[in-house]
């Protein structure tokens, strides 16, 4: 089991950037995929950005695409989440998840740890 903790959240206006971190523990993080998930207030967690480990193939949920990029730093057991041009609707807490390969956009299939705490984003001028 690989845990995990996101940080790198804040309020930010609308069109501004943050990136976010998930910094994972164990040796055999490379080995494992990971992805972004938000969840905003009464609503349920969703998808966000995934990639894998070998082939670092990635995918986006449409409303992130073009925006977001999710990137490895291996030799940090780091993966980190750019996010740009953001919009309101991208409020929430962001987690992040270790997964078997390939990875999913889909909450708790394949996992391969725990969630995190999450990193609270605020878009809002």
């Known amino acids: 089991q690989v845990q995990v903790v996101e940080s790198g959240g804040g309020l930010v206006q609308p069109g501004g950037s943050l990136r976010l971190s998930c910094a994972a523990s164990?040796?055999?993080?490379?080995?494992?995929?990971t992805g972004w998930f938000r969840q905003a207030p009464g609503k349920e967690r969703e998808g966000v950005a995934c990639?894998?480990?070998?082939?670092?193939?990635?995918w986006y949920a449409t409303s992130v695409k073009g925006r977001f990029t999710i990137f490895r730093d291996n030799a940090k057991n780091t993966v980190h989440l750019q996010m740009n041009s953001l919009k309101p609707d991208d409020t929430g807490v962001y987690y992040c998840?270790?997964?078997?390969?390939?990875?999913?956009?889909?909450?708790?299939?394949?996992?391969?740890?725990?969630w995190g705490r999450g990193t609270q984003v605020t878009v809002s001028s």
């Open positions: 998840r270790a997964q078997e390969n390939p990875c999913s956009l889909i909450p708790d299939i394949r996992s391969a740890g725990s």
């Open positions: 990639i894998n480990s070998m082939d670092e193939r990635r």
């Open positions: 164990g040796d055999t993080f490379p080995d494992y995929a």
